[in-house]
């Protein structure tokens, strides 16, 4: 997954600042808290494996429509999975690619499997090809009305929405966002209850005694960010903003684990989510049914189990 620059500045950086590995092996990994009991959240393993079925699902529909199709590669499921959505960050990857901006910036874009195939259709042809996969502009569509407000359009015609019904089920991105939006929620609470807010204040302390001066946790990601915007396309000032990354998110994480700040999102989140009200759960039964049906449909397919 590393591109060129990156691999040396990452493996400077691990050689000097990361711990001794009799000490990281015998530590105890902190408690990684998903909201929901993580039923939005899947393995890497399973990412890779939903992904493959769905990408099989389109190429199927694609040719029953006389279309050619190569699959989409399994992108980066790995820090996918990984990612906390309270930012709580593991050691090992803070170790090995910061918070992993600066690998995200530096690695080149996929190449897209289909685009000598659509390339070399006429207009018309080009045309035709995309409705087939993403929908038409005046075909059928199914509107989603989100908790929080905004409207998911889904066009009915398309290739993808067709791919993931037959995987998924018909009511499967209805419940997913409802439940995203109560997820969101959580985090959100869950971030700024006394608990949290109490381990933010021991982490910020921690942090300032390392010479970092943040008072909230998203500061040191915005702070990179920030110098990765000013850098550019000039690699000397890429290399050099890796190496901070990993410096600061090292330190991070440390301090992390010294606040006991996962610890403190576990017992908030729980506290938060007892205050839910039933109906805004309502959905998360036939969520996770319809989560074990399209596992099982996935790693039972060819290739299917990573």
Known sequence: MRRLLWLTAAALLVAGCSSSPGHEAAAKPPPDPRPLGGALDFTAAEYAALHRAEEREVGTCMRRQGFGYDAVPVGDVRRRAATSPYGL????????????????????????????????????????????????????????????????????????????????????????????????????????????????????????????????????????????????????????????????????????GEAGLAEQVVRAQRQVEQKLPAARTSALDDFRAARRAALGRAEAAPGGSA
Request: net charge positive; with cysteine.
């Open 89 to 256: 960050l593991r050691r090992d990857l803070a170790a090995q690619d910061g918070y992993g901006l600066t690998v995200q910036r530096l690695r080149k874009p996929p190449a897209d499997p289909n685009a000598r195939r659509v390339s070399a259709l006429s207009e018309r042809g080009r045309t035709a090809w995309e409705a087939a996969l993403k929908g038409t502009a005046d075909g059928p569509r199914t509107e989603l009305t989100l908790p929080d407000g905004p409207t998911v359009s889904i066009p009915d015609d398309s290739c993808v929405a067709v791919a993931r019904r037959a995987l998924y089920g018909a009511s499967w991105d209805r419940d997913q966002y409802a439940l995203q939006s109560v997820r969101n929620s959580i985090v959100t609470a869950t971030l700024d209850h006394a608990l949290v807010r109490a381990a933010e204040r021991k982490w910020a302390r921690c942090m300032r005694e390392s010479g970092f001066p943040y008072l909230d946790f998203a500061d040191p990601f915005k702070a990179v960010e920030k110098r990765l915007d000013a850098a550019g396309s000039d690699r000397a000032a890429l290399r050099a903003t890796g190496e901070e990354e990993l410096r600061v998110a090292v330190r991070d994480a440390a301090c992390q």
